[in-house]
């Protein structure tokens, strides 16, 4: 099974507008070491690479590290096709609507 696939040009201007819009671990609300983590893995569906529904926003922090555990369920070849579900954080700079 292939792992890596070449990225586009357009991942990482696509990569940092997504931060912009969702700078916080979805699964915990972590601030730091964030990745933009595919839904559906490039590998498995290079069309996808792209789709902005296709990213959610997971962290890399030691101790609990969503990204790996939550979604790739704690083995990299995997991934967590419910993790929009499971991922609920909503933005922690947003105030709520009174």
């Given at each position: 099974m292939v792992?890596?696939?070449?990225?586009?040009?357009?991942?990482?201007?696509?990569?940092?507008?997504?931060?912009?819009?969702?700078?916080?671990?979805?699964?915990?609300?972590?601030?730091?070491?964030?990745?933009?983590?595919?839904?559906?893995?490039?590998?498995?569906d290079p069309a996808l690479e792209l789709d902005p529904a296709n990213l959610i926003t997971l962290c890399e922090n030691p101790g609990h590290n969503c990204h790996l555990l939550k979604g790739h369920l704690g083995d990299w070849s995997k991934w967590n096709p419910d993790i929009r579900a499971l991922a609920t954080i909503p933005d922690p700079n947003k105030k709520p609507a009174s």
């Open positions: 792992l890596f696939l070449r990225r586009s040009p357009k991942w990482g201007p696509l990569r940092a507008s997504h931060l912009r819009l969702e700078g916080w671990c979805r699964f915990c609300g972590g601030l730091v070491r964030l990745q933009v983590h595919h839904i559906i893995p490039v590998h498995v």
